[in-house]
């Protein structure tokens, strides 16, 4: 069974693994495995996984061990990104239908949420912070 | 291996209520038992569950593990509050290593989102109570092959 409502850090790591990739595309740099492996606190078995999910789902391709993506940043919501990583609940006790449906009621509130999220602006947002924080540095 | 402690509680408090409902009387053993979880485990969350006002414990024969409440008084969300306090989805590692430039600025835009995704979590488990749970596990039950 899947644990604690809110635990979903495999969002929390797929978000970070697009942002890399998004980030050295823009910057027309390859992403290896490794930078995406070694830009995470999860273990790297975790991670590949994660690589994994996104290939199978058509947002990413893995080739000789470089990861593009396959779709625009602006075309990628983050409730897509949640629901992908959101993984479901398994047996069938009648507690275990009973957390399943509580799950598909705080992904659907999470996923409206981020509904006009795209990853994107997610990335628009990290140059802004690098921005900020080259400035700062700059300035101090 | 994930956080089990808050679907765990909620087994724990629901499977209370149930057997409330029946007439039956709930020890720790039994639901240690009955969740198929270490007993000492059960303990430390019924201890909590007790602590927060959700559920009473009582010794002696005729004693047992109690709802301190009515089920439709007791919202999911203080159930989760009380084993998860202060919970971010999302909490960004103070330890993460500054490699990269996604690693360098990703705790805000994390810090954002998890924030966005807990008050939409919570909003759902403010409007869950026990009571809630228990209608849904008697119409599941109901809705059973071979039930009447």
Redesign the interface.
Known sequence: ?????????D??HA??AL??IA?NQAISRPTFKD?II??S?AKPSSMLSIIDTLVSAGIVASRANVCTLLRSPSSLM?HEIYSITTPVVEGNS??A???A??LD??TS??S???GD?DLQQ?LE??VE??DR?ETASRDG | ???????TA??IV?TVAVNEAAGIRTTSPMLAAALDTNPSFVRKLVSTLTKAGILSSSDGASGGIRLARGPESIQ?LEL?NAI?PD?R??ST?E???S????????G???G??SE??????A???SG?SVAD?LK??TE??QSRPGSL
């Not at chain 1, 069974?1 to 850090?9: A, F, G, K, P, V």
């Not at chain 2, 291996?1 to 679907?7: C, E, I």
């Open positions: 069974m899947r644990s604690s409502l809110d635990m979903n850090q969002f929390s978000l970070r942002l890399v980030y930078e070694n830009c606190t983050l009648m507690f239908r009973l957390y449906s509580l009621r705080t509130a999470v409206l949420e981020f999220l997610s947002s990290l912070s690098m924080a | 291996m994930g956080d089990t402690r808050f679907p909620l087994q629901v999911l989760h998860l919970q989805s999302w590692r330890t993460i290593p490699i990269c430039a996604v690693t360098r600025n990703i805000a835009i994390s954002q989102l966005r995704a807990d008050a939409a979590i909003k759902v488990l869950v749970c849904q596990i599941l039950e």
